[in-house]
Nanobody, 124 residues
Framework: QVQLVESGGGLVQAGGSLRLSCAAS????????MGWFRQAPGKEREFIAA????????YYADSVKGRFTISRDNAKNTVYLQMNSLKPEDTAVYYC?????????????????WGRGTQVTVSS
């Protein structure tokens, strides 16, 4: 069992930056693929970014490519999402997710564990 706790959300002006963190419990954090998703009111949860267990491979949605960076620190059992050049359309609840399975990293069904989310609000 893995427990995930997100932090770092808040209110920021357009063009600003935030760094989200996701702290994971468990001794085998390094063996999990980690992902970030977001969900805006009235919309489906969407994939943002993912990182392989070895940190060698990262994946991004086109909407955030070049602005967001995912990284992980296996020694701290933490995955990060650095968000730069934020836009009002980035406003959403951001969720961290984890899985050990092999599959499509962009699919919500691929992930077995989810955090409760952290709110990010970008004002124009």
């Amino acid at each position: 069992q893995v427990q995930l706790v997100e932090s770092g959300g808040g209110l920021v002006q357009a063009g600003g930056s935030l760094r989200l963190s996701c702290a994971a419990s468990g001794r085998t954090f390094s063996s999990y693929v980690m992902g970030w998703f977001r969900q805006a009111p009235g919309k489906e949860r969407e994939f943002i970014a993912a990182i392989s267990w070895s940190d060698d491979n990262t994946y991004y949605a086109d909407s955030v490519k070049g602005r967001f960076t995912i990284s992980r620190d296996n020694a701290k059992n933490t995955v990060y999402l650095q968000m730069n050049s934020l836009k009002p359309e980035d406003t959403a609840v951001y969720y961290c997710a984890a899985t050990k399975r092999i599959g499509v990293v962009t699919a919500t069904s691929y992930y077995d564990y989810w955090g409760r989310g952290t709110q990010v609000t970008v004002s124009s």
